[in-house]
């Protein structure tokens, strides 16, 4: 086995439990991937999810000796980040927990952010009386070994705080995720009679849109499989949604299929979105490009596993 990849979290903005939704899971983000000969821990983000992904280790792994865990966060949006005080490893002695995560420019780093989740005004446990060994580890883009044959390459996305998109790879298998984050567009008026136009602006708004989308695309280049933010339709996205920083179904296929990726995985459903919505878009994106492509869809689910 090269990789395994199981979905613990997979709604975006705010969990959303109850029987609607029982179909595709409520949590918020969080993904396990095991990955080489010794299946090394690998978790996507500590959304509502990571709280059964941890009683899962702890009962699956932690008998089999102390557990070492590397949790790569996108960035520090409630929803990818609030799972993470019921994270039970964090109280486990010996535990050895590796944070990654965004460099935010701001005064406070991860250990800040994150560890300010567990303080007396939020949580009944200090960050100062966790029992795990817990290192934060702060991410620019770059490429770098992870151990045991895993490389990462992280890309910068575009959402409203700053948002990594990470790259894994192991022996010739790569996994692809980005979330949260919108395509990037001309934000200069393009239209001679508005307000503010100047043709010169404008075209380099539309060179620079176009570049760093071709960024993102080159990313993603024949990824076996990519996880992308997926919360809204075409239609959705541009008659409300437009700088929420999340991309459209139509957008994530048409790109997959230009980066010529095996199979792209619908992530970060919206909160509103019921089990019986999902199962007719996927069943309509599948029959607009059936015949027309080689790239696999679906729709992220809780318990799915995936294996390389």
Known sequence: MSIKIRFWGVRGSIPAPGPRTMGYGGNTACIELRMGENEKIIILDAGSGIRDLGAHLIKNDLPKGPLSIDLLLTHTHWDHILGFPFFSPIFIPNTKLNVYGPVTYEED???????????????????SELAAEINYIPLKESTFDLG????????????????????FEHKGRSVVTAFDTEPFRNLFPTDPSQ?????????????????ENEKILNFMKGADVIIHDAQYTEEELNKSYLGWG????????????????????????????????????????????????????????????IVL
């Open 195 to 211: 307000p503010g136009y100047d043709p010169l602006v404008a075209e380099e708004g539309e060179k620079v849109a176009s570049e």
């Open 109 to 127: 780093g991860l250990d800040k952010i994150i560890g300010g989740l567990l303080t007396y005004r939020y949580f009944p446990v200090k960050q």
């Open 148 to 167: 045991e044959g895993v490389f990462v390459t992280t890309k910068y996305l575009n959402h409203p705080i700053l948002c990594l998109g990470y790259r």
């Open 246 to 305: 999340h991309s459209s179904f139509e957008h994530v296929i048409k790109t997959a299929h230009r980066a010529r990726a095996k199979r792209v995985v619908f992530f970060h459903h919206d909160p509103q979105r019921t089990d019986e919505q999902l199962d007719e878009l996927l069943a309509g994106y599948q029959k607009m490009i059936r015949g027309k492509t080689k790239l696999e869809i679906s729709m992220a689910r809780e318990g799915e596993e």
